[in-house]
């Protein structure tokens, strides 16, 4: 994939709430990618892994920046990979200095893991996130009743809040990331204590007469319970697509879900980066 070839314009203070920036499509440039990151405004990269090695790596960017913090987990795909990375996965976490564990969840459009693996390794890092106290990031793909459950059983023993470790008294208890649901089930979760993340694709114009539900998201939910994010290298925001992404043009989506809403650009960048901190308890500059 090429980069993006023109960058937008800073939102000073704004944070990319799920990015892979240790995925190889980044590598050849990563530097330069960090350095538009920052010139764009970006304050925080959630940098999240996949498996046992791209959490470590998620894990080493953030000791190399103060601003990239890491998310450990197995991704729905590598579920079957559970059995092998469990103990690993069980070390890392309980040494490691992780925001949240993710991405986690189900993904019944792809089905890499079948579905008794992808449920396994769900429950099993639900449990792992509970004994840390902290936040899960979520990753749901055509599985929406399913993941609903499981995560209103989970929350249900977590209760509506989570503990603050570094600051503060309590925060949310994980993100749906990429959400790709209706607003009806946005709210749902909301009432859960989760926050629900919008990524590039509420930029793509609607098709015939599918309407972008992730606009009607995007519109309906409290910037109170929003975050934003980029999930690059893929889903890239208009006017970039066909382009890779990259952290600094989660600065598009902000632009696009603040005029969608009628809202200031910096007002959504503002109050989903104060978001973001609360959910992964981390301090910006
Ligand atoms: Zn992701």
Known sequence: MKSATTFPESLPGIIDSHAHTWDKELHNDHSAVLERSWSAGLSAIIEV???????????????????????????????????????????????????????????????????????????????????????????????????????????????????RTKQGDERPIGMLHCFSGDSALAQRYLELGFLISIPGTVTYPSKGTNKNRGQDVAQSIPLTGMLLETDCPYLTPVPHRGYRNEPALVVETARFVAQLRGEQPEIVANVTADNARVLFDITTT
Do not use: C, M
């Open 49 to 163: 892994g996949v498996d046992l090695k791209t959490s470590r790596q998620a894990a080493e960017l953030a000791d190399q920046d103060p601003r990239i913090h890491a998310v450990a987990g197995l991704h729905p795909h590598e579920a079957k990979h559970l059995g092998t990375q469990k103990a690993e996965l069980e070390q890392l976490v309980a040494d490691g200095d992780f925001v949240a564990v993710g991405e986690i969840g189900l993904d019944f459009f792809r089905n890499f893991s079948s579905t008794e693996e992808q449920e396994r390794a769900f429950s099993w890092q639900l449990e792992l996130a509970l004994e840390h106290s902290l936040p899960v990031v979520i990753h749901s793909r055509e599985a929406d009743d399913a993941t609903y459950e499981i995560l209103k059983a989970w929350a249900s023993q977590v209760g509506r809040y989570l503990p």
